[in-house]
Nanobody
């Protein structure tokens, strides 16, 4: 069982930065691939970024490449999403997800999800 708690969302102007954090419970954090998704009203949840168990492999949606960076600290049971050069279209609720298998995580079918944190980017 894994419990995930996101933090770090907020209101920022276009061009600004935010760092999201996702703290995970349990002793087996390093056994899970981790990812970030986002959702806006009326739309399906969208994959944003993922990182492998050891942190050696990362994946991004095209719109996030070059602006967002996913990282993890297995000693702190935490995954991060550094978001730079934010745009109004990045406005969404951001969710953290955990899944044993990276392929399943990237498909959006993870077993474990956080409650979400709101990111609002003003123009």
């Amino acid at each position: 069982q894994v419990q995930l708690v996101e933090s770090g969302g907020g209101l920022v102007q276009a061009g600004g930065s935010l760092r999201l954090s996702c703290a995970a419970s349990g002793r087996t954090f390093s056994s899970y691939a981790m990812g970030w998704f986002r959702q806006t009203p009326g739309k399906e949840r969208e994959f944003v970024a993922a990182i492998s168990r050891g942190g050696g492999s990362t994946y991004y949606v095209d719109s996030a490449k070059g602006r967002f960076t996913i990282s993890r600290d297995n000693a702190k049971n935490t995954v991060y999403l550094q978001m730079n050069s934010l745009k109004p279209e990045d406005t969404a609720v951001y969710y953290c997800a955990a899944e044993k298998f990276l392929s399943i995580l990237r498909s959006g079918s993870s077993d474990y999800w956080g409650q979400g944190t709101q990111v609002t980017v003003s123009s």
